[in-house]
């Protein structure tokens, strides 16, 4: 196994200073990667235009919007993860979307008590206060250069224009063929005529068009206050659900300080709750230092990642929510002396079972949705955003008159204490519906430095993202390139269910037997999962590397400043 970082640690801290004296204040170029062409190439036409990486994020999260709507949007919500080369400041952007006024902690239960999950999955109940928009203000009035209407313009087009059918998005419009029939706004564009659509044909938005036209214009008012929240309120109340005037005025964008920890020389810069992404990064992290599991054997190294897991998922589970609505215990969680608790009841012989631990749950939903982008500008000024609608397509529920296909983020709550969600994942007390919380979400965009390079990492995946998150964090260690880090086969547990999910060729048939020797059960995940992206930045080298994750139909690109 290579260890490079462990070697250039071993050199010491002279080498350290060398390396960080001579590396490169700025990246040769900007890199960018992100889950489709069209908002890729949105990104680098604002980067071109002179607006830095702030300005490229709101160009390219609107336009995943239009072209991705399968996996995030302006009905949706995000973090974005910055990084201010001047200040050196790191902050999220927590543009989560926010439960209702009205929402209650049983609104998903029927008379019995028992949790319904198309309640929470389908249709404008499951829609919880959208963040994205706010989000994309903030992001352009206090960190762009650029004004919104030409971040936006891009974004503006492909909705007007139109952008072709691909396989990927065909097969998630089969996927929620039901749901999406039922929203007749949905219906009319996305199913021409009641039936899929065409493979190559054009996609129209005129509706979503003019929203962003209007919040160009208007900043956060053209979509929480005057005539698009009252038609954001009235077709959401008249399909069923419960929003109110109020609830769109007062939603705010959040600033929060990013989870940040630093372990062997290595800095990591995760996703703060309301997301559970960074708390279990660092507990893992920390499980993985004090037992030397970069120094492991591989199949050791697996079965120590995935025990840390175990308890980094059970702890999620009890502990975490919003942070504005219940105290976590996130400095004993995160902390040396717990970690060495874990580590501690760790035995290389023999797995560990999830029963054995403490609290409850099952089964995990297929589907692609979510999404997630990178990018550095030639300042070093630097995004990782992970954005959502939840769900294939979200709620499936489109508002009439708006384009704006609403989230289905209600379902991130624990609808009742030990029932799993859409992914499985269980909660308790501390996640359940409330007004005005913030879903716990998995989402964790991240940057990791070592002594010679910055990697910008996320990726889509429900519950899985961490674990994905986690693994793109161990191959950079490795010293893979960006390449390598989108695409290696990975690995997923979560405490419960207890079974470690695997993609063909994450363990090799000798992994396989040891680890089931030592009694783990191994599931085959059935298919493929995530859509990753990376962006690194070698500042020993000068170089940048970009790449997106081949299982989706992203692309990255690299572009290198010219000499002058
Ligand atoms: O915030 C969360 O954790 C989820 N709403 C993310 C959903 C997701 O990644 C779906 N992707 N496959």
């Known amino acids: 196994m290579r260890h490079p970082v462990r070697l250039n640690l071993a050199v010491g801290l002279l080498w350290l200073v060398a390396v960080v004296g001579q590396a490169a204040e700025h990246p040769p170029g900007y890199a960018l990667s992100s889950a489709h062409p069209a908002a890729t190439a949105a990104g680098a036409e604002i980067l071109e235009a002179g607006g830095n990486a702030f300005d490229a994020a709101v160009a390219v999260s609107a336009a995943l919007a239009v072209v991705e ?73 206090k960190y762009g250069r650029l004004p919104l209407s030409r971040t936006l313009a891009p974004a503006i ?53 003019a929203m962003l036209e209007l919040l160009a ?16 309120v009235r077709g959401v109340r008249e399909a069923g659900g419960i929003w109110q005037l109020q609830d769109l005025a007062s939603y705010r964008v959040r600033e929060r300080a990013p989870i940040t920890f630093e372990l062997n020389g290595v800095r990591v810069v995760s996703a703060s709750p309301p997301s559970s992404g960074g708390v279990v990064l660092k507990q893992v992290m920390r499980v993985l230092s004090l037992t030397d599991a970069m ?111 609403l989230n289905d983020e209600m379902d991130d709550f624990s609808a009742k204490p030990g029932v799993p969600n859409a992914f499985g994942l269980i909660g308790t007390s501390a996640n359940a519906v409330g007004p005005g919380r913030r879903p716990l979400s998995s989402m964790s965009p991240t940057f990791v430095e070592t002594p010679e390079r910055v990697a910008i990492l996320g990726t889509p995946g429900g519950s899985r993202i961490i674990t994905m998150v986690l693994l793109g964090i161990l191959e950079t260690l490795d010293g893979s390139d960006a390449t390598t880090i989108v695409s290696r086969p990975r690995y997923h547990h979560q405490y419960l269910p207890d079974a470690v999910y695997y993609e063909p060729g994450a363990f090799s048939d000798e992994e396989m037997a040891t680890l089931t020797e030592r009694g783990f059960v191994l599931k085959s995940a059935g298919r493929e999962y995530g859509n990753f992206h990376a962006v690194l930045w070698n500042r020993a080298q000068a170089t940048l590397d970009a790449a997106a994750d081949p299982r989706g139909i992203g692309t990255s690109r690299v572009e290198l400043t010219p000499d002058d």
């Open 69 to 141: 709507p399968t996996g995030s949007g302006m009905g949706g919500g995000g973090f974005w993860l910055l990084h201010q080369a001047d200040s050196g400041r790191d902050v999220m952007v927590d543009g989560r979307e926010e439960a209702p006024s009205a929402a209650t902690a049983t609104m998903f239960q029927n008379d019995a008590g028992e949790a319904v999950s198309s309640l929470s999955r389908d249709g404008p109940l499951a829609a919880a206060i959208p963040g994205q928009p706010a989000a994309l203000v903030h992001l352009a009035e």
């Open 295 to 405: 120094e492991q054997p591989s199949v050791d190294r697996k079965h120590l990642v995935i025990e840390a897991l175990r308890t980094a998922y059970r702890d999620r589970a009890a502990w975490l929510g919003d942070p504005d609505h219940v105290d976590m215990p996130i400095d004993r969680l995160t902390s040396e002396a717990y970690a060495r608790e874990i580590a501690d009841a760790i035995d290389l012989e023999q797995a560990r079972k999830s029963d054995d631990l403490v609290p409850p749950q099952t089964l995990i939903e297929e589907g692609e949705h979510t999404t997630h982008f990178s990018i550095i500008d030639a300042e070093g000024n630097r995004v990782a955003a992970t954005l959502t609608i939840t769900l294939s397509f979200g709620s499936a529920f489109m508002v009439p008159g708006t384009g704006i296909l």
């Open 157 to 209: 087009r492909l909705a007007r224009d139109g952008f072709p059918v691909d396989g990927h998005l065909l097969a998630r419009l089969a996927y929620r063929f039901q749901t999406l029939s039922r929203s007749p706004a949905a219906a009319r564009v996305f199913l021409p005529g009641g039936s899929l659509p065409e493979p190559g044909s054009l996609i129209r938005q005129p509706d979503l068009a």
């Open 217 to 232: 214009a208007k900043g956060r008012d053209g979509f929480y206050a005057g005539p698009m929240a009252q038609r954001l």
